[in-house]
Structure formats: C-alpha cells, structure tokens
C-alpha cells in the first residue's frame, strides 16, 4: 500500500527531516486515546533519552506543598500550551521551552487545571480556559481574553445551574471539548447537599452564546424525571455533573460524556430511585445536545462511584467485524465496553443483588450492572491483610467487625470498607489505547473506610466547633489532622500558615477539591476561622434542623502507622488489556517504596494519579506515582525500559510531539499529593542530536 505525502512533507523526507507532529487537544485527540503515532523513539532508543529543557511556570507552593500541576499540555504548530502551578496560562516555544507569553488572570480560584482546548477558523485561534467560576476565551497568540467573547472574554458558569440553596461552587478544571464551532463544557461543583446542579452545556466559540443544554437532573415530563422521588428535584439536589471530560467521535457528531453522583454522595433518602442521568455515559448529539443513548454504571449512588476519567473510543476486531466502541473505565476497577452507534454492551454486563440494609431513611437500588472485564480486586477481607503490616493482630480485630468483602455495602454507623477505594481503580488520569485495541490504565488497591453518623442539629447559637464538625471534619478529620496521604491536609497550626482574611477567602472560593463555603453565613465563617485559629468562635445565629440526617466520616485511606496500606501489594498497577477478546496481556506494579525494595521486597506500587502515554514506538510512558519517577514500559510485556528521577512528582497525563525534526516527551512535575513536595516545573525528553 503506498500512501502519497503532501508536497511540503516530501520536501522534508528528501532532506532527512521527519514532519512536525502537533498534540492538540487534551489526552491527544478527541478520542482521549493518550495515543501518538510518532515511532521515533522506541524500546531500543528509549534507553538514550535525555532531557531537552526545562520550564520553570511559577506559583508553586514549595513551603506548604499544597500546590499541584495536573495539565496534559497541548503543542500546536510549534507552540506549546499549558497551565501553570498558579492557575496561569502559558505559551512557550517547543524546541528550547523558551516562554512567549503568560497570563495573569487575577481570577482563578485555586483552579487545580488539566489543560486548555484550542480552536482555530483557520484565521484566529482561541484557547479556553477554566479557571475559578469562568470560562476564558484566550487569544492563543498573546494570551489576552478575547474582549468579542461572552462578557469580555469569559463566562460565569454558574449562570443557568444554580437553585434554591445552592452554593457558588462551580469549577471547569478538565478541558473543554471542542467540536465545529461549539465549546462543550461539564463542570465539577461540590459533592454537599448545597451543590449546584450538573448541566452540560455548549457555547457558541465565537460569540459565547449558550447553545443547548442537556440537563443531568430532568424537569417534570422529561425522561428521567421519573427516577427521582420526591419530586421536582432539581428544586432540592445538584450534582450528576460532568466533571470528569468527554470525547467525542467527529465523524458521527456523538460526544461520550461521562457524569457524576448526586449530590449528597453518601446518603441518598432524599432522592429515592435509580437517579438519571447521574452515574451515566450519555451519548448526546454534538450539534444539538439531544441524547442518542445512555448506561447507567450505579443505580443510585451512594458510594461515590462515578466514572473518573474521559471513556476512549476506539475499533476493535469482534468475530471477524471490525467494531467502533466507546469503553469506559471505573474507580471500582472495571471496564465496560459499549458500541458507539446504539450503546450494545460487547462484553457481557450483569444485573446482579446487592444489599440493601442502609441506614433509616435509606432505601438502596436492589440491583447494580457488573462488568466481567476487570483490572482490579475487588475484595477486601482479614485474609487480604498484608503479611508486614505494623500492629497487624489489632487491624484484623477491628476488620473483623467491619463491613466488608464485596461491592456496594450501604454505609450504616458501622465502619465500612471500600476496595478499590474511594477515588479508583481508575482515576482521573484515565486509561489509554493503541490502533491494534490494547487498553492500558494505571489503577490502584488502596481500601477507604468511612461511616454514617448522625449530623448534629443546634438551635440557637453555635460554636465553630460545631460547625467545623458538621461541614469540615469529613476531609479535615475531628481531630483536624487530616488524613494521612495528605490528600487532605493538616488544620493544627494553620494560622501560621495563612491569615484568617486567607482562611476566609478559601472558604468563600473554595481551593483545588475543596468547595466554597458561601451557603454558610459570614458569622459562622468567622465563627469556624476563630475555631481554627484557637481563638474560641460562637455564631450568633438560629439553626434550623438539618436537611441531611447523616454525615460520614471521612475518606480514610487506609495505612499502617508506618506509612504502608495495609492491604497486599500491589497497591498501584499498570495493566493492558485486549479489547479484541477481553484477555489481560499483562498488569505490572506501578512505582515502589524504594526504602522496601532495598529490603528486599518486590516492587508494590504506589498510590497514584495521572495518565499514561503510548506511542507507535512500543511504548507506555507513565509518571503518576508518589516515588517521583517517570517510566516508560514495554507496551507488547509491561517491562520497564527506562527511568528517571523528577524535581516533584508527575501527577499529570504526558504528551508527546514532533518539532523540527525531533520528538519529545513532555510532562508537568507539580507534585503536592500523598505528602510530596510540590513544584512547578515542566520538562521535556529528547532523543541525543
């Protein structure tokens, strides 16, 4: 088969040089395959990689390593894209790094970003950007919003989801999705009872006109609407948003977007039935928003369940046919695998009994879909305890009498274990695939316990002690010393750290996951501030009895008082997976405890977050780690062929791309998570001249 070269392109092939290749869109394309065609470097050359430069982006938080860089950057005829530890805007030139311009958006509200989305009419080029409650139209030339666009340049994106009681939460931290002349947008909005509603929308890119909207949570008579009990319940809930990215199939004009749990996440008796369209893929027409098909993966969630990351669209070879499939992996470590035209599981999807003893009030979905294609284990029991656990006879103790050992237990007082835990299995940084239909998803097999307990009511005035114990010690703990990953950090000592007018604006913005607290009076912010800052605290204010009747516990991750989960390795994996026939090629451990390895002990895996890269060249690049290692594998065996130590850990997806002649491999070292130190630097890795 011959293939014919644009006469351009056939000019660089006589001289020697390959042509540029750009990655333009997040996760590489619109199919958020992670996957590049550039066979430049490969298992044997791979061994030569050298870093080619460096961009420091600024705004990294290195005294209380709070501070994180999640961007998959974009690189554009010879531009590169990206966000910086700061929530700014970035373009930089993709030889030497050398930076062009940067933004200084004054609005960014403790944004954590995964990247920008570009569009071009062939004569101007824009960038959109999330940033605090905005979407920002960006001149991809200077970086300047566009003055023509929505309200000079931005959009409020709480206008058109906001209901009685909601607060101002509402964040666009993954890419918008670009297709014609529509910028498609979700939204992560908080995961309390006050959460705005979960609307997806599209705007004009031109204008910043809104388009349509499909709404995730339906209006009387519209289909749906009869999942949900008592009525009218985007009066009383938000949430079923779409936090997580989309893809789209350009071809066919279908977007794939994934959507999340109701809100609240835990208890469900104020929205009785299978809530649609939460916990969905929704296959929705691009142009028009007008839903083609969907599937639902958890009937009424009370787990936090949603799906995580963008699903992959890909064709794959079925009894001889090829097939062009859409499949989507889940924190419960799964993955289920639909065909894009009419939504037709490929791979056998089960209904099957779940247990329904919740807590009062509570009335669980008596059956859930299970997916046979699986990447993770799904139990947790005293006989999956790990053998050099610390205090090990204790912890079978108090796991003997929790609730454990299967998917979908109703949270009750008793302590309950979630395996895979909480945020994956799967996690945002989602899976990848190649041409030949091979998935490749880094996971993890941390277990999460938690609890309901009853929230506290007060009538009268109240302490900010109370408060901070009704509405903060879920992520901060009771104790307020966080959990022990960091992913939720510290409050002993925070006013030395941050001022109480910094403590205040936190709370009235929300930071990276944590929401705003603008649902709450100004004298009870004061009053948890003065709590904080031990200086005692009482709102004077009248409270009425709770909506909610329960609260959990926390997102307790599970470690020994060492540091260790206390489950058995592996405690994060890589895993490839046939789509073809559904066999597993092979699952690896993802990262090491380097001080257990030097014991002995074989590689574990770590907790971790953020992408994989795979190339033509045979390869699956993957950082995302907490031992702040980027590595790249053998994608045919899962072997290591090469590694580097990074500044700050890599949680963010790579990208690759060609320019001049030479591929590079790109990745953002922010770090910041599970007790890493942050950072703000961006490097790229090149093959020796």
């Not at 097999?445 to 009538?459: D, F, G, M």
């Not at 909506?547 to 020994?560: A, E, F, I, K, V």
Request: hydrophobic share 35%; with cysteine.
């Amino acid at each position: 088969m011959k293939f014919l070269l644009p006469l351009g392109l056939v000019a660089l092939a006589s001289v020697g040089i390959a042509p540029d290749a750009d990655w333009p869109e997040y996760n590489g394309d619109g199919a958020r395959s992670h996957y590049s065609p550039l066979p430049d470097i490969d298992t044997v050359t791979v061994t030569h990689l050298r870093q080619a430069w460096e961009y420091r982006s600024g705004g990294a938080d290195t005294a209380g390593n709070r501070s994180q860089i999640q961007c998959n950057p974009l690189c554009i005829k010879g531009v590169v894209y990206g966000v910086s530890a700061g929530t700014q805007v970035f373009a930089l030139d993709a030889g030497t790094g050398r930076e062009q311009w940067k933004t200084a958006l004054p609005e960014v509200g403790g944004t954590t970003s995964r990247g920008v989305s570009y569009w071009s009419d062939g004569t101007e080029e824009r960038l959109f950007f999330g940033a605090g409650r905005w979407l920002y139209a960006l001149d991809a030339r200077t970086g300047k919003p566009v003055p023509s666009f929505a309200d000079n340049g931005k959009i409020d994106l709480k206008t058109g989801i906001d209901r009685p009681g909601a607060d101002d939460y509402v964040r666009l931290n993954t890419p918008a999705t670009v297709f014609r002349d529509l910028v498609i947008v979700g939204a992560r909005v908080s995961e309390s009872e006050t959460a705005l509603l979960g609307d997806i929308r599209a705007y004009d890119a031109r204008s910043g006109k809104l388009v349509w909207t499909f709404r995730t949570i339906p209006l009387p008579g519209e289909p749906g609407y009869e999942t949900w009990s008592p009525a009218n319940p985007r009066q009383r809930l938000g949430g079923a948003n779409a936090w997580a990215g989309m893809a789209i199939d350009r071809q066919r004009g279908i977007v794939y977007i994934p959507t999340g749990s109701a809100a609240y996440d835990f208890f469900g008796g104020n929205r009785k039935g299978s809530n649609l369209y939460a916990n969905c893929l929704l296959a929705l027409d691009a142009t028009t928003g007008k839903k083609r098909w969907h599937f639902q993966f958890v009937h009424h969630d009370i787990w936090d369940r949603d799906p995580p990351a963008p699903p992959n669209l890909l064709t794959i070879v079925r009894n001889g046919r090829r097939q062009d499939v859409v499949a989507q992996v889940t924190k419960q470590g799964e993955v289920y695998v639909f065909d894009r035209e009419n939504g037709g599981p490929v791979f056998p999807v089960k209904e099957v009994q779940v247990p329904t003893d919740g807590v009062p009030g509570e009335v669980p979905y008596p059956t859930q879909p299970v997916s046979e294609l699986l990447f993770a284990r799904q139990s947790f029991t005293v006989k999956d305890v790990y053998s050099r656990v610390a205090d090990r006879d204790s912890l079978v103790r108090v796991l003997g009498k929790a609730r454990t050992g299967r998917p979908y237990l109703p949270l009750t007082g008793t302590m309950t274990v979630f395996f895979p835990g909480t945020d994956g299995g799967a996690q945002w940084g989602g899976a990848g695939t190649d041409p030949a239909g091979v998935l490749y998803v880094p996971s993890k097999e941390i277990p999460v316990y938690t609890s309901l307990i009853p929230k506290e009511v007060s009538i009268g005035s109240v302490t900010g002690e109370k408060l901070y114990r009704q509405h903060c010690s879920a992520c901060h703990g009771p104790d307020r010393k966080g959990n022990h990953d960091g992913s939720y950090p510290s409050l002993l000592g925070v006013g030395q750290r941050l001022s109480g007018a910094a403590i205040a604006g936190v709370l009235q913005k929300g930071r990276g996951m944590m929401p705003s607290f603008t649902h709450l009076k100004e004298e009870e912010r004061k009053a948890v501030i003065d709590f904080l800052l031990e200086k005692g605290g009482k709102a004077m204010v009248r409270k009425s009895a709770a909506s909610l009747p329960y609260q959990h516990t926390g997102y307790n991750r599970w470690y020994d008082r060492n540091g260790y989960p206390v489950s058995t390795p592996p405690w994060g994996t890589l895993t490839a997976i046939d789509l073809n026939t559904g066999a597993r090629k092979w699952q690896v451990p993802l990262g090491e405890y380097p001080e257990l390895t030097r014991q002995g002990v074989a590689p574990t895996g770590t907790d971790n977050y953020g992408g994989p890269l795979v190339t033509a060249g045979g390869l699956v690049f993957i950082a995302a780690t907490r031992d702040e290692q980027f590595r790249a594998f053998d994608a045919r065996t899962g072997k290591i062929r090469w590694q580097v130590a990074l500044p700050a850990a890599g949680y963010a997806s790579p990208s690759t791309y060609r320019y001049r002649g030479k591929q590079y491999i790109l990745l953002a070292c922010g770090g910041g998570k599970l007790n890493t130190r942050s950072g703000d630097r961006y490097l790229a890795y090149a093959l020796p001249d």
